[in-house]
């Protein structure tokens, strides 16, 4: 079983603040996304990285592909309230690229 | 955002009634996706369709059943409820399967067998 772990589970952590968070597996996938999901709602997708080693930036969000494609971290700068929710990622895997995803890390910034 | 709905947004029900859950999308994507969502488990592929009448399972797809006869259309039946499948359920759309596999999902039903 393909599993991808999440840590931490839950942060608490003050308005400015940074902060990272992983996604790790022991299996190779194909690409990884990460989304953020609020509550009462669907999660919505951040970014899919693809290439080992990658990194993308989306405003205070930076997001990497590890070298084996088989982890991937979610750094925030500066975190806000408005960051607060929780963060999943997801990877692609096996020959029908299925996606798998994690358990996620409940955010939450404290103003 | 990507127009999906799904119907309906709440749902009480008895164990052992039927109960079906519809998922609406107006983006004419190919693939379209049932999940679950429980505290420590996270979402959890139920079924998924990958075009009119064709489906495969999920990782969690006993006691569920679905059927896609329109593009638009998929729904998600279970044939007797059980409280373990009290959840939130999402469903999900996306326009290719490769590696680009990047999934658009509604609002979600949340629905509580008793």
């Known amino acids: 079983t393909q599993l991808l772990e999440q840590s931490p589970q839950f942060l608490s952590i003050q308005e400015g603040e940074n902060l990272t968070v992983y996604c790790n597996s022991s299996s190779v996938f194909s690409s990884l996304q990460w989304y953020r999901q609020e509550p009462g709602e669907g999660p919505v997708l951040l970014v899919t990285v693809v290439t080992g080693g990658e990194v993308k930036k989306l405003k205070r969000l930076t997001f990497q592909f590890g070298d084996a494609r088989k982890d991937s971290s979610l750094h925030i700068t500066a975190a806000q309230p408005g960051d607060t929710g929780l963060y999943l990622c997801a990877g692609a895997v096996g020959r029908d690229d299925k996606i798998i995803f994690g358990k996620g890390t409940r955010l939450h910034i404290l103003p | 955002d990507a127009g999906i709905t799904q119907s309906p947004r709440h749902k009480v029900t008895e164990t052992g009634t039927p109960v079906t859950l519809r998922c609406h999308q107006t983006?004419?994507?190919?693939?379209m996706y049932w999940y679950r969502q429980d505290p420590g488990h996270g979402l959890r592929l139920i079924h998924y369709?990958?075009?009119?009448?064709?489906?495969d399972k999920g990782e969690v797809s006993d006691g569920y059943s679905v059927s896609r006869s329109k593009t638009e259309d998929f729904l998600l039946t279970l044939e007797s409820a059980t409280s373990s499948q009290t959840s939130v359920y999402f469903c999900?759309?996306?326009?290719?399967?490769?590696?680009?596999?990047?999934?658009?999902f509604g609002p979600g039903t949340r629905l509580t067998v008793l």
């Open positions: 999900a759309i996306s326009s290719a399967g490769g590696s680009y596999n990047e999934q658009f």
């Open positions: 369709s990958y075009g009119v009448k064709d489906t």
């Open positions: 983006e004419n994507h190919r693939y």
